[in-house]
């Protein structure tokens, strides 16, 4: 690696260049997610009522729960570079599959939230929800996106991670060259983040 | 492509190399981003001939009141088309994507991109998105007519292929951020030892501006044309009235992304210009600091001004004060460049290659581009000429005149390195006039009948219209017909032109001037030191003082 | 031009990541208590602002910016800079009404 102090030899690598584009990527994700914000921004602003109430139809006890879960996931991630930095292969494999197994449990406690939302008949076009006043239609519709796609992104983490392991475990990723996996743990924060301003702005409007 | 010279000259160019897979495959999959920046060359320039023709079509139709040769559902599908498939397929990969590709590397003393696969990802998508575009227009439903706007309501409540045109815009998008992404990377990371920031050709700072649009403000389209599929497919309320929604937030959400992408098309065209001028002035440029950073001034503020597009919908006054302010302010670093250029140009030994008529093609066409955006930019005028002919004419005098014309500058400038074959130089330049003289007759008349009241995308019009619409089409045949002469020159020159290994036939002075032609596989053996600053020229008596400013 | 060794890391701890962990489920915790409190105007803003907080643990240290060279954190500011333009602009339309 310094070997190539000027950089470019023919099979380079360069670390930093790869975190970077790592972060430009997560830049689209955090606008992609931003642009959502702003449509919420301006409704909540402009039907404030409508979004109180409708937000009464979510139930706190799941939001907070899954916002420990993606805590929790976040550290068990953090701490599998730490450990492979250290070259403690098998604790590295084993909090990456922990990490897993938090976002696996994330998603069922998804499932079941949406289940008895639907089980109420609160979807996008339900006849129950079309009765509603057009601030509750809109904030539904932007919680059913918004959370959507944020699972969507935990389900690709799982896929990332799951590679991630597999590759530490066949020794592709090592204690000297492991910026696939840092760049997986920073795609995973960024999940958390996005989580972080969703939990609010939806669970805890009362 | 394939039929080319394995003139060897003790090297292994870029076209003769055989290691991935032979023929056809050699070229689809490889990560040269020489052969990629080859390979958007192509595909961008079916793209354009396919929106040439449909431009040409409207062109027609609009020859004479009532219907001439199409009834007015296909006319809606045709300026739509035209519109997706310039903007999305033609101006918007056109510099960076082929040139950016082809010379960045190169210009930076570097032998690829910092991601060649995922540049290569960038290409695939890009024809992925290419294709559903074209499969919008051939599904059953019928082409897409809702302008390449989208605008809500209509585009919830149209039956016709809304969803793949919508899905086409959101893959290119895609193709675009990881092209920007790549060449953010590539320049903070892999400039030659000695590259400072201020020794980089002006063309690699307008690509990186344009690089840094890309990333932060396709993400917004991205979203905005899921949430409408979303709203499409399953009947989410997020824009549509009739569910409660704001059809103007949709169009807030539409022009922050596509009022900066007119920047993510211009600002490289720019650079290009920047790289022009001064190899034919053979002066040195005026002004390095003013042009490279008035690329990042533009990118900034082109940022805020996205509302100048909507001041008729109803928005507050202190929005359309601010937006209109804003819009003000754009012209100043774009004026900075023109200034600049201008000053270059002064006392030099001007040779007037092709490349550098394409270039003052390019400060003029752009400076009434660019005035009667100002003319539209102040809000009372702006009631007057919203939504008429006045607007296509500005923005075909921004976008053809400016990023086509840049475009092809760019193509005359470095087509002998890019192919290694000289091309007619005299029948480059009859071209150039007879397109130069059609672009005008063919867009100057909408200013006026816009002036007058004429609407934009009107498929009928008064008969006191006709005038103008019909010196506007006559126009057309004229731009074609240089269009004509200009391709046709080009691929003779591939398929006949005189091979060249000529090194430096401008006399350049960046880096990319001083590789063989064609370029190595790898660009460069070894990788170059630099020590000065990107144009330096010796018959530079006039501008000495200059330089040391720019030191 | 940024250093290219990155062999000279910061030497891994476990700890400070079980610090910020427990910091951000105290801040949680925090959130959630003070959500059924009515402060006008304010309640939006002391949950964003809590949220602003946990995700600046998050980006410091989980996202290791802290430890990165400087250009990073421009990167990251650009992009957040970009986002607060386009916010602080619409509601230059929508809070005129």
């Known amino acids: 690696m310094s070997s190539s102090e000027h950089g470019i030899a023919h099979v380079h690598r360069d670390d930093i260049g790869s975190r970077l584009g790592m972060w430009l990527f997560l830049f689209t994700e955090l606008i992609l997610f931003g642009g959502m914000f702003i449509v919420y921004a301006i409704y909540r602003f402009t039907h404030q009522q409508e979004f109180h109430l409708a937000a009464k139809e979510l139930n706190t006890l799941f939001g907070t729960l899954n916002t420990i879960i993606l805590l929790t996931s976040s550290l068990t991630m953090a701490l599998s570079i730490t450990a492979l930095q250290k070259n403690q292969k098998g604790l590295s494999i084993f909090l990456q599959l922990t990490t897993i197994v938090f976002a696996l449990a994330f998603m069922v406690n998804k499932f079941f939230e949406w289940s008895a939302k639907f089980h109420h008949g609160l979807f996008p076009g339900s006849d129950v929800l079309m009765e509603k006043s057009n601030g509750e239609i809109l904030f539904f519709g932007l919680y059913y996106i918004m959370t959507g796609l944020h699972g969507l992104h935990v389900i690709i983490g799982v896929v990332l991670i799951g590679t991630m392991t597999y590759f530490t475990s066949k020794n592709r990723i090592t204690s000297d060259n492991y910026v696939r996996l840092e760049a997986a743990g920073l795609y995973w924060h960024l999940v958390d983040i996005i989580w972080i301003f969703l939990f609010p702005l939806f669970y805890l409007i009362t | ?551 | 031009m940024e250093n290219h060794s990155h062999s000279e890391k910061h030497t891994p701890h476990y700890g400070i990541y079980i610090i910020v962990w427990l910091a951000l489920l105290i801040l949680t915790g925090v959130t959630v208590a003070v959500a059924g409190i009515d402060f006008g105007g304010l309640t939006v803003a002391t949950a964003l602002l809590i949220a602003s907080i946990k995700s600046y643990l998050v980006l410091t240290i989980f996202m290791h910016l802290k430890s990165e060279s400087k250009v990073f954190s421009i990167f990251v500011g650009v992009a957040l800079l970009f986002l607060l333009i386009s916010f602080v602009l619409l509601f230059a339309d929508y809070s005129f009404m």
Request: glycine share 8%; aromatic share 18%.
């Open chain 2, 1 to 551: 492509m394939t039929s080319h010279s394995s003139s060897n000259n003790g090297y292994e160019s870029y076209l003769d190399y055989r290691g991935k897979g032979t023929g056809l495959k050699s070229w689809i999959f490889s990560t040269d981003h020489k052969r990629i920046g080859i390979l958007y060359l192509i595909a961008m320039l079916i793209f354009f001939v396919v929106g040439v023709t449909f431009g040409f079509l409207m062109r027609l139709e609009l020859i004479a009141p009532g219907k001439t040769i199409m009834d007015p559902q296909t006319y809606n599908s045709f300026f739509t088309l035209h519109g997706i498939i310039m903007i999305f397929l033609f101006i918007i990969p056109g510099l960076p994507a082929v040139f950016g590709n082809f010379f960045l590397p190169i210009m930076l003393g570097a032998k690829d991109v910092s991601f060649p696969r995922l540049n290569l990802l960038s290409w695939w998508l890009f024809i992925i998105g290419g294709l559903l575009a074209i499969i919008a227009v051939f599904l059953p439903g019928g082409p897409v007519d809702t302008g390449w706007t989208f605008y809500i309501p209509y585009s919830v409540r149209t039956s016709t292929n809304v969803f793949p045109a919508l899905l086409a815009a959101f893959v290119l998008g895609f193709s675009s951020i990881l092209t920007g992404l790549n060449f953010v990377t590539t320049i903070h990371r892999l400039r030659a030892p000695g590259m400072d920031w201020f020794k980089m050709p002006l063309f690699v700072w307008s690509i990186y501006s344009t690089a840094w649009i890309q990333v932060l403000a396709t993400p917004i389209i991205g979203i905005t044309l899921l949430l409408v599929i979303f709203e499409r497919a399953f009947g989410f309320g997020i824009f549509d009235p009739a569910l409660g929604g704001d059809p103007v937030l949709f169009q807030h959400l539409f022009w922050i992304y596509s009022h900066p992408a007119v920047y993510i098309m211009i600002i490289p065209a720019m650079g290009v210009i920047s790289e022009i001028i001064p190899v034919f002035a053979h002066r040195t440029i005026f002004g390095y600091k003013f042009i490279a950073f008035s690329s990042i001034a533009i990118a900034l503020f082109g940022s805020m001004v996205w509302a100048h597009h909507m001041f008729t919908v109803g928005m507050s006054g202190a929005a359309m004060f601010i937006f209109s302010l804003l819009t003000f302010l754009v012209a100043i670093p774009s004026a900075v460049k023109v200034f600049n250029w201008v000053a270059t140009l002064y006392k030099g030994s001007i040779s007037t290659d092709p490349p550098l008529l394409y270039a003052l093609a390019f400060i003029f066409l752009f400076s009434i581009g660019g005035f009667t955006g100002l003319i539209q930019g102040s809000l009372s005028v702006n009631m007057h000429i919203h939504d008429t002919s006045f607007i296509v004419a500005h923005f075909h005098y921004v976008m053809f005149g400016g990023t086509g014309f840049g475009i092809f500058a760019a193509l005359h400038y470095w087509f002998p390195k890019m192919f290694a074959r000289k091309y007619n130089m005299k029948s480059a330049k009859v071209g150039f006039w007879i397109l130069f003289v059609g672009f005008n007759v063919l867009y100057f008349p909408m200013f006026v009948m816009g002036w007058l009241g004429m609407p934009r995308r009107y498929y009928d019009y008064l008969p006191e219209y006709q005038i103008y619409h019909f010196i506007s089409t006559v126009g057309s045949w004229i731009l074609i017909t240089g269009l004509i002469i200009m391709f046709a020159n080009f691929i003779h020159a591939l398929l006949k032109g005189e091979k060249t290994n000529e090194m430096n036939p401008w006399g350049g002075e960046t880096l990319e001037w001083h590789v063989p032609t064609p370029p190595p596989l790898e660009n460069f053996d070894e990788i170059p030191i630099i020590e000065t600053d990107p144009y330096q020229y010796k018959d530079n008596d006039l501008s000495n003082t200059e330089v040391k400013e720019v030191n």
